[in-house]
């Protein structure tokens, strides 16, 4: 694992799991995919991705009536199972944090546990869950149009 810079990070943290009816692989190619990534996390808006270890993104946001930008450098990619990332946006107060998504098979479906670490607030870090929240169930309408 990359080591992260401590001073930079908050010391709150978030975290969501969710149940797919998909396989790994799909679920992790929906964090990985330009369009999948364009479609559901920046809810149609611009998504640039290098998935690849020290590979950059840029994520523009639609937040409340405006494009809030989303950067992050790929830190692990241990594909299909792990996929971290730095995550730097207004709403980690300009510094960088980092988002876990592990990813296994459980029967015939699989789960996901994303852990967003290094938030600088409770409120930011409460933010955040209910925002992975949002995300992670509207990751089911993706991966079903995926399936299709």
Same mark, same amino acid.
């Given at each position: 694992m +990359?080591? &992260?810079?401590?001073?930079?990070?908050?010391t709150?943290?978030?975290?969501?799991? &969710?149940?797919y009816d998909a396989?790994p692989?799909q679920?992790?190619r929906?964090?990985?995919?330009?369009?999948?990534?364009?479609a559901?996390?920046?809810?149609?808006?611009?998504?640039?991705v290098?998935?690849?270890?020290?590979?950059?993104?840029?994520?523009?946001?639609?937040?409340?009536?405006?494009?809030?930008? @989303?950067?992050g &450098?790929?830190?692990?990619?241990? +594909?299909?199972?792990?996929?971290e990332?730095?995550w730097?946006?207004? @709403?980690?107060?300009? /510094?960088?944090s980092?988002?876990?998504?592990?990813?296994? &098979?459980?029967?015939k479906?699989t789960?996901? /546990?994303?852990? @967003?670490?290094?938030?600088?607030?409770?409120? /930011? +870090?409460?933010d955040?869950?209910?925002?992975?929240?949002?995300?992670?169930?509207s990751?089911?309408?993706?991966?079903?149009k995926?399936?299709?």
């Amino acid at each position: 694992m +990359a080591k &992260r810079n401590e001073n930079a990070m908050g010391t709150f943290s978030a975290m969501v799991s &969710r149940s797919y009816d998909a396989t790994p692989e799909q679920v992790f190619r929906a964090w990985v995919e330009p369009a999948s990534v364009r479609a559901w996390l920046a809810m149609g808006e611009q998504a640039i991705v290098d998935p690849r270890e020290n590979g950059l993104f840029y994520i523009g946001m639609p937040v409340n009536e405006k494009i809030v930008p @989303h950067y992050g &450098r790929y830190l692990r990619i241990e +594909a299909p199972r792990v996929l971290e990332f730095t995550w730097v946006s207004e @709403h980690t107060a300009g /510094k960088e944090s980092v988002v876990l998504i592990e990813i296994s &098979r459980n029967g015939k479906h699989t789960d996901l /546990k994303l852990t @967003h670490d290094g938030l600088p607030s409770e409120e /930011k +870090a409460n933010d955040h869950r209910g925002g992975w929240t949002h995300f992670l169930e509207s990751l089911v309408s993706r991966l079903h149009k995926d399936a299709a």
